[in-house]
T-cell receptor, first 111, second 115 residues
Framework: GENVEQHPSTLSVQEGDSAVIKCTYSDSASNYFPWYKQELGKRPQLIIDIRSNVGEKKDQRIAVTLNKTAKHFSLHITETQPEDSAVYFCAARWPGNQFYFGTGTSLTVIP | DSGVTQTPKHLITATGQRVTLRCSPRSGDLSVYWYQQSLDQGLQFLIQYYNGEERAKGNILERFSAQQFPDLHSELNLSSLELGDSALYFC??????????????FGPGTRLLVL
């Protein structure tokens, strides 16, 4: 069935360290993978996305990698800052244009 | 501010009732998406409309329905409400549904509490 698994569910890192969040998806025909950051009580905000014809994309301290063979994609945040603390969601778009989300990772950056 | 507006911000109602949530997309966006976010289910995709037509359907219950009007605003109707329908309902919009047009911008959400 449709499924996006996300790990870990919680992550604590020291300020300045890197954070990595991983997601796997079940439909090999999925073609678009966005990542969202959601602060407490606020709306999800897109931070980076990647399409199935690209293996890696970087935007300043944030990068996403996609392994289509293994059906997984990862979010990498380098030089973490306290303001990076939030819940991060991955998502995958199925061929029928439905979106399926991971269960979220609560990231805490310790000053 | 994403440019997507949702009303009302909060809604308290009783089981068995019917409510309507409203969403206005960003200027120029043709696609509207509806999501449900609850503590135990995370973010669930409900339905997408593109330029007035249903484009994709997710885990939307039969008690729920939606539509997109000619001015592109959308409404999500929830009927025969149950306690488990209590959640945060988000609307998002994007320019279109084609590649490179699918970046979604979320509204502030409507918090629904069913008592």
């Amino acid at each position: 069935g449709e499924n996006v698994e996300q790990h870990p569910s919680t992550l604590s890192v020291q300020e300045g360290d890197s954070a990595v969040i991983k997601c796997t998806y079940s439909d090999s025909a999925s073609n678009y993978f966005p990542w969202y950051k959601q602060e407490l009580g606020k709306r999800p905000q897109l931070i980076i996305d990647i399409r199935s014809n690209v293996g890696e994309k970087k935007d300043q301290r944030i990068a996403v990698t996609l392994n289509k063979t293994a059906k997984h994609f990862s979010l990498h945040i380098t030089e973490t800052q306290p303001e990076d603390s939030a819940v991060y969601f991955c998502a995958a778009r199925w061929p029928g244009n439905q979106f399926y989300f991971g269960t979220g990772t609560s990231l805490t950056v310790i000053p | 501010d994403s440019g997507v507006t949702q009303t009302p911000k909060h809604l308290i109602t009783a089981t068995g009732q019917r409510v309507t949530l409203r969403c206005s997309p960003r200027s120029g966006d043709l696609s509207v998406y509806w999501y449900q976010q609850s503590l135990d289910q995370g973010l669930q995709f409900l339905i997408q409309y593109y330029n007035g037509e249903e484009r994709a359907k997710g885990n939307i219950l039969e008690r729920f329905s939606a539509q997109q009007f000619p001015d592109l605003h959308s409404e999500l109707n929830l009927s025969s409400l149950e306690l488990g329908d209590s959640a945060l309902y988000f609307c998002a919009s994007s320019v279109g549904g084609l590649p490179y047009q699918e970046t979604q911008y979320f509204g502030p959400g409507t918090r629904l509490l069913v008592l």
